[in-house]
């Protein structure tokens, strides 16, 4: 029964752990992108500043800065987007935990009640395994009550038996008695 908890309590471990993992992979993908948009950001200022030299030795460097910044506003603007679907993965992520917790919490319950049921269980049948005894025994005293009455019957029909024979034998007196003194009459 513990086993069973164990194995359930592991499994949602390892999913939590694995949905921490992929935040934090997340995450680090996420600072790695706004690493690249501040070297971005750096290279476009020093284009800018590159591009103003220029601009004011050449005097057509304004068209350019434009293009830069656009460039630069859609790249923000990317960088944006991945950063709200990082967080809304994120969110759904920690709501899953939250339901993982609160199943792993359900599933100890049911298995606490599991275990007190079966300590039940065990009590009745061993309460069933001393009532057997009990009645084990009990029919080995009533089978030895049975044998001594069995003998006993024996023994009365012996004696019935014996009963008869002799009462055939006085009857047989009585007549061998008798009939002589009937002769005599």
């Known amino acids: 029964m513990h086993f069973i908890c164990s194995f359930f309590a592991e499994r949602k471990d390892a999913e939590l752990e694995r949905k921490d993992a992929e935040l ?3 995450a680090a993908l996420s600072k790695q992108r706004d690493a690249m948009l501040e070297k971005h950001v750096l290279k476009l200022e020093e284009k800018t500043d590159e591009v103003e030299k220029d601009s004011e030795e050449m005097g057509y460097g304004f068209a350019e800065l434009k293009k830069l910044a656009a460039e630069l506003e859609k790249h923000s603007e990317e960088m944006g987007t991945r950063d709200l679907k990082l967080e809304r993965l994120a969110a759904k992520l920690e709501h899953q935990t ?8 359900q599933f100890q319950r049911h298995f606490q009640n599991m275990y007190l049921s079966a300590g039940k269980q065990k009590k009745m049948v061993t309460k069933l395994e001393e009532h057997c ?3 084990v025994r009990r029919n080995v005293k009533l089978e030895a009550a049975a044998v001594k009455v ?7 029909e012996k004696q019935k038996s014996e009963l008869k024979e002799r009462h055939e034998e006085m009857a047989e007196q009585t007549e061998a ?8 009459d």
């Open 24 to 26: 934090a992979e997340q």
């Open 98 to 105: 939250k339901e993982l917790e609160k199943q792993h919490s």
């Open 133 to 135: 005894e009990w009645m």
């Open 150 to 156: 069995g003998q006993q019957a024996k023994e009365s």
């Open 177 to 184: 008695v008798e009939k002589p003194s009937e002769e005599s």
